[in-house]
């Protein structure tokens, strides 16, 4: 063999050993990249001890008087503590759940919790119903629907998950007809298929419908707002049973939900004791604002 031919060989033979180290390197980096990626997952998944916080927005007080009742009343039984843990902010309640730095929400129902998670992708899960918001209908100038005249103004809220409450109660009042095809709760303006009193509608955020009752005919929402309104109840024409459908969950970070105290937490939240005190109970801030599951 030639001078020229040999060192062609070895610089073969040199090239594939390299080909063989740079490919063992990679190997062994991508291997301590997914040890990394393992490692760095497994620490963020909490491990709950037997004091749980469950977030309640400070605007509704009949939320925290839930969660102590269930803490004096029902906990001890699972041998658990809660802490009520206020935030107005419900986009970061709904993360701190989905990341273990709170335990549970109770805050919403499940077609909310549905727009909230379409929208930000948390890993949230809705598990057992725990009470209901009062919902009801208004008016500054009328005292029963039956003067509510032909034509009236009448104020919705403006997101998806309650306008279809609204417009439910406003069909089951016989004041108009959704389109038989939908699912009612998911029901908007466009839905409507008879309006006989010919109303006109006006879509509002919740928060803002017992501010301007006085400028409309009919304003409809949770009585939970228009209590914070210092809106009187003997203002309100309506208040049916909201169906069972808009049931507010125990909200729980879907990663935790195997969790032994979570567990515990699930069950507290079970309890028969809770919907006694909610059928019971002549607290102001909780009476007719958090009712009990409806049975339909």
């Known amino acids: 063999m030639s001078e020229k031919q040999t060192n062609r060989f070895e610089i073969k033979k040199k090239s594939k050993a390299l080909s063989i180290v740079i490919a063992i390197v990679l190997i062994a980096l991508v291997a301590v990249a997914a040890f990394y990626i393992v490692q760095r997952n497994a620490s963020n998944v909490?491990?709950?001890?037997?004091?749980l916080k469950v977030h309640y927005s400070p605007s509704y007080a009949g939320e925290e008087k839930i969660i102590k009742f269930i803490d004096e009343?029902?906990?001890?039984?699972?041998?658990?503590?809660l802490e009520g843990v206020p935030l107005t902010d419900g986009t970061q309640a709904d993360l701190a759940v989905a990341e273990g730095r709170f335990a549970a929400s109770i805050y919403q129902h499940q077609w909310w919790l549905?727009?909230?998670?379409?929208?930000?992708?948390?890993?949230?899960?809705p598990t057992v119903e725990v009470f209901q918001w009062g919902f009801g209908l208004y008016s500054d100038k009328y005292a029963s629907i039956d003067e509510i005249p032909n034509g009236a103004l009448v104020a919705l809220p403006a997101d998806g998950a309650n306008q279809g409450q609204a417009l439910w109660l406003l069909q089951r009042a016989g004041l108009l007809e959704l389109n038989k095809e939908i699912e009612t709760r998911t029901a908007k303006l466009k839905d409507i298929t008879q309006n006989p009193h010919e109303f006109k509608f006006k879509e509002f955020e919740l928060e803002t419908l017992p501010r301007i009752l006085d400028s409309v005919d009919v304003s409809i929402g949770y009585i939970s707002n228009f209590d914070a309104g210092k809106v009187p109840r003997s203002?309100?024409?309506?208040?049916?049973?909201?169906?069972?459908t808009f049931a507010c969950r125990l909200v729980i970070g879907t990663k935790y939900l195997n969790d032994p105290n979570i567990k515990k937490l699930i069950q507290a939240f079970s309890d028969p004791r809770l919907e006694q005190y909610l059928k019971t109970t002549d607290d102001p801030l909780v009476a007719g604002v958090l009712t009990a599951v409806s049975a339909n």
Request: hydrophobic share 40%.
């Open 235 to 244: 203002k309100g024409l309506l208040f049916p049973e909201a169906p069972r």
């Open 46 to 51: 909490v491990t709950f001890g037997t004091t």
């Open 114 to 125: 549905k727009q909230v998670i379409e929208a930000t992708g948390f890993e949230l899960t």
């Open 73 to 81: 009343h029902i906990a001890p039984d699972f041998g658990i503590k």
